[in-house]
């Protein structure tokens, strides 16, 4: 089985590529950080509350469009806190929508494979009306927390890789 690294994140790797998207983009007053942890991960934390519409908070990381032809799925070595989050991808970031896909986190190291035809195409929370993801490449991926309630969050990211 042969694997592509989409992102592996080390000590030294340089985060700048990867941002935080909060509701407060509509409005909300949901607030995420991102850094690298010294040991390094990727470490996703914040709180997100539901007040004037919010309820979400997300980080995104974009690059080249890369060539997802010959793998069936995306792995995620990744640790969370108990609670749910989504993982989306964007096959252009042009597309106003995003394919989704919901996982649990356990609060111990976690390998999750998401394969990409089961995931579905989504806009501002509404499954869309369209077939699942289907191309052949991404240019974005993004990490989602936005459960419907006011709760903090800790997702800490080691690697994302094709399969």
Known sequence: MHTNIIFDFDSNK??????VVDDAVMGGMSNGTFQLSKDGHGVFTG??????NGGFSSV?????KMSVKGYNKVVLRLKGDGKKY???????QSDYYSY?????TSGEWQEISIPLHEMS??????KLDMPNFS?????????L????KKESFRLIIDKIELQ
């Open 86 to 92: 989504q993982f989306r991808i964007k096959a252009s």
């Open 47 to 52: 709180y997100v509350t539901t007040e004037n």
């Open 121 to 126: 195409p989504s806009f501002r929370g509404r």
């Open 135 to 143: 191309g052949d490449s991404i240019e974005q991926l993004v990490f």
């Open 100 to 104: 989704i896909n919901e996982f649990p």
């Open 14 to 19: 340089d985060i700048n590529t990867w941002s």
């Open 145 to 148: 927390i936005g459960n419907k």
């Open 60 to 64: 995104q990381y974009e690059f080249e």
